[in-house]
């Protein structure tokens, strides 16, 4: 759903996932989401892929936000 909302405003939008390694064994992936160029937000999980739909799921409530506060102020 993030892809095709930022498709549809003709934006860019770029994943960057790393793996952090703890030092209590607990490993976690962090993905990063950039629109623009610009971070967005970020979100963790257990794998790369629970990562990125962390920080989708966050990137998506970031935009509803922020379009809800722009029909606000039209």
Do not use: M, P, V, Y
């Amino acid at each position: 759903r993030l892809i095709e909302l930022l498709q549809r405003q003709k934006k860019s939008i770029r994943f960057e996932s790393e793996k952090n390694e703890s030092t209590t064994n607990q490993d976690f992936f962090i993905a990063n989401i950039f629109i623009e160029n610009e971070l967005l937000c970020c979100g963790t999980g257990k794998s790369k892929k629970d990562a990125e739909q962390s920080a989708s799921q966050r990137a998506i409530q970031l935009l509803d936000e922020s379009n809800i506060d722009k029909s606000h102020h039209s």
